[in-house]
């Protein structure tokens, strides 16, 4: 009777570890899924936020690369005036200097 009563009580002992590990094997298990689960959605903002930023980052380039051209516009204008105007003044000296030499000389 009593290798009985052991045997029995054995069982249950073993049916309870197992019951008890499943139970912990279930919650590590579903606190692995909440864990995946919450690094799945970091990584999604994290990517969300990477890409406003690419898209700031894109919108300043292109202002400054707008800004840069108009400045080169400017200049490129500006120098342009500059030798048109010593073009003509080399001109009219030039002008002036053929005529002195041409005049006759007294």
């Given amino acids: 009777m009593r290798s009985r009563l052991l045997i029995v ?4 002992a073993v049916g309870a570890t197992l019951t008890a590990c499943g139970k912990e094997s279930s919650n590590a298990a579903d606190a ?4 995946a689960t919450e690094a799945a959605d ?9 890409g406003e930023a690419a898209k700031a ?3 300043e380039a292109t ?4 800004d840069a051209a108009g400045k080169a ?3 490129t204008k500006d120098a342009a005036g500059k030798a048109a105007d010593a073009t ?6 030039a002008v002036e200097a053929a005529k002195e030499a041409a ?4």
């Fill in 42 to 50: 970091k990584a999604k903002e994290a990517a969300a936020k990477a």
């Fill in 88 to 93: 003509k003044d080399a001109a009219a000296k």
């Fill in 103 to 106: 005049a006759p000389k007294k």
């Fill in 57 to 59: 980052a894109t919108k």
């Fill in 63 to 66: 202002t400054a690369t707008t």
């Fill in 9 to 12: 009580l054995t069982a249950l």
């Fill in 32 to 35: 692995a899924k909440k864990a």
């Fill in 73 to 75: 516009a400017d200049a």
